[in-house]
T-cell receptor, first 112, second 112 residues
Framework: AAGVIQSPRHLIKEKRETATLKCYPIPRHDTVYWYQQGPGQDPQFLISFYEKMQSDKGSIPDRFSAQQFSDYHSELNMSSLELGDSALYFC???????????FGQGTRLTVV | GDSVTQMEGPVTLSEEAFLTINCTYTATGYPSLFWYVQYPGEGLQLLLKATKADDKGSNKGFEATYRKETTSFHLEKGSVQVSDSAVYFCALSKRGYSTLTFGKGTMLLVSP
């Protein structure tokens, strides 16, 4: 069965650079959530989208932005990267009945 | 705000031992409760869930009962295996899956 696809799996950037993370939800899932998980930390909710519109916002820095496109994939854009942005970034998609969230394997971002 | 508190790890057990990982929550209203498991290098997988008081979620030998009177959702398994070694996250949501609030995770290490 198709799962949530995130790309890239690993990314290394320098401070002050920009990064774009992509998430491809399970087909026919119209809701996408982004989470940030620092080393040894629990996942923190960043932002969510439903039917291409932002539906909820968590602890997402102003340097980050995100959107959901017409094919329901989502991109998280991160600018002016800081060392503290190094983390595992998860995307999750939800089925139309909202009964289960499916997580991708994450993008590990390292800022040096 | 809403919060989830889990027992700190690591929890170290021998194979076939009994497992309990404590989880308590603080939330207004009637949250849904979840346990997620994260194997090394992988994304989060839903292990089990309960959506109302006294519900028992179960999967792969794991069980957890939604106790509203004690605001708890402790995870139990009668006989752990080496393959159960992972990080376990307790989580809650108040609007289906709109946002998941996670506990800090408990690492389980099972030795042969």
């Amino acid at each position: 069965a198709a799962g949530v696809i995130q790309s890239p799996r690993h990314l290394i950037k320098e401070k002050r650079e920009t990064a774009t993370l992509k998430c491809y939800p399970i087909p026919r899932h119209d809701t996408v959530y982004w989470y940030q998980q620092g080393p040894g930390q629990d996942p923190q909710f960043l932002i969510s989208f439903y039917e291409k519109m932002q539906s909820d916002k968590g602890s997402i820095p102003d340097r980050f932005s995100a959107q959901q496109f017409s094919d329901y994939h989502s991109e998280l854009n991160m600018s002016s990267l800081e060392l503290g942005d190094s983390a595992l970034y998860f995307c999750a998609s939800l089925d139309r009945d909202n009964t289960e969230a499916f997580f991708g394997q994450g993008t590990r971002l390292t800022v040096v | 705000g809403d919060s989830v508190t889990q027992m700190e790890g690591p929890v170290t057990l021998s194979e076939e031992a009994f497992l309990t990982i404590n989880c308590t929550y603080t939330a207004t209203g009637y949250p849904s409760l979840f346990w997620y498991v994260q194997y090394p290098g992988e994304g989060l997988q839903l292990l089990l869930k309960a959506t109302k008081a006294d519900d028992k979620g179960s999967n792969k030998g794991f069980e957890a009962t939604y106790r509203k009177e004690t605001t708890s959702f402790h995870l139990e398994k009668g006989s752990v295996q080496v393959s159960d070694s992972a990080v376990y996250f307790c989580a809650l949501s108040k609007r289906g899956y709109s946002t998941l609030t996670f506990g800090k995770g408990t690492m389980l290490l099972v030795s042969p």
